[in-house]
């Protein structure tokens, strides 16, 4: 594996070529921060943490930022040359980290299944197969406002069972792979329609007859 070079002019070329594991390899071969160095560990910690935090079942990789972060605080070179200006920034998305860490390590998804509206938003979601919803045809759906809507939204997020992305005015949402197993776990469990117990009832009929 090539060692990652912190000294590159544009450090957004490095945030999908590289891992955490490469950046701290790369923070202990240094001797001194230097001004490159500096912004382009910056922008990896700021975009990966990002990344992390809004995934919702990303533990490993909130560990493996949490172990970056905590090496490169507490280094040596890092006490003597590192700005104040980078240690702070750091060190809330450390914090950050550790509050998306514990809200994951509590959640209870089973408990929001309780909550009404929950489970019709769930099928909805899957219904919708691998496209995502707007928030706004909840409201439309569930006949319910949109500050509702995003009451109910929120845990579902910080629970691990949706994915909600800004897009203008909207949000759009999405099962996540825990979020897919519940809404199939709702599905096969739903009781049928009263038109799907007709036509149970009247194929039930036939064979009697035809019996």
């Given at each position: 594996?090539?060692?990652?070079?912190?000294?590159?002019?544009?450090?957004?070329?490095?945030?999908?070529?590289?891992?955490?594991?490469?950046?701290?390899?790369?923070?202990?071969?240094?001797?001194?921060?230097?001004?490159?160095?500096?912004?382009?560990?910056?922008?990896?910690?700021?975009?990966?943490?990002?990344?992390?935090?809004?995934?919702?079942?990303?533990?490993?990789?909130?560990?493996?930022?949490?172990?970056?972060?905590?090496?490169?605080?507490?280094?040596?070179?890092?006490?003597?040359?590192?700005?104040?200006e980078f240690r702070y920034r750091w060190?809330?998305?450390?914090?950050?980290?550790?509050?998306?860490?514990?809200?994951?390590?509590?959640?209870?998804?089973?408990?929001?299944?309780?909550?009404?509206?929950?489970?019709?938003?769930?099928?909805?979601?899957?219904?919708?197969?691998?496209?995502?919803?707007?928030?706004?045809?909840?409201?439309?759906?569930?006949?319910?406002?949109?500050?509702?809507?995003?009451?109910?939204?929120?845990?579902?997020?910080?629970?691990?069972?949706?994915?909600?992305?800004?897009?203008?005015?909207?949000?759009?949402?999405?099962?996540?792979?825990?979020?897919?197993?519940?809404?199939?776990?709702?599905?096969?469990?739903?009781?049928?329609?009263?038109?799907?117990?007709?036509?149970?009832?009247?194929?039930?009929?036939?064979?009697?007859?035809?019996?």
């Amino acid at each position: 594996m090539d060692e990652l070079n912190l000294n590159v002019s544009d450090p957004a070329m490095l945030v999908d070529r590289s891992t955490p594991v490469e950046l701290l390899a790369a923070i202990r071969l240094l001797d001194t921060w230097n001004e490159t160095a500096l912004k382009t560990a910056n922008r990896l910690i700021s975009v990966w943490s990002a990344r992390a935090i809004a995934n919702p079942n990303d533990r490993e990789g909130i560990s493996e930022l949490q172990r970056v972060i905590h090496y490169t605080l507490n280094r040596a070179i890092s006490i003597n040359t590192l700005p104040d200006e980078f240690r702070y920034r750091w060190q809330e998305a450390s914090d950050m980290l550790e509050a998306r860490r514990l809200n994951l390590a509590h959640a209870d998804p089973d408990a929001q299944l309780t909550r009404r509206h929950v489970p019709e938003i769930l099928l909805l979601l899957l219904k919708a197969g691998n496209r995502e919803l707007p928030q706004s045809e909840l409201v439309q759906h569930l006949d319910v406002t949109t500050g509702r809507v995003t009451q109910l939204i929120g845990p579902l997020e910080a629970n691990g069972l949706i994915t909600k992305r800004k897009q203008g005015r909207d949000n759009l949402l999405k099962l996540t792979d825990t979020g897919l197993k519940y809404a199939g776990k709702l599905d096969r469990e739903r009781i049928p329609t009263s038109s799907q117990q007709s036509e149970r009832g009247s194929s039930f009929l036939i064979i009697r007859k035809s019996a």
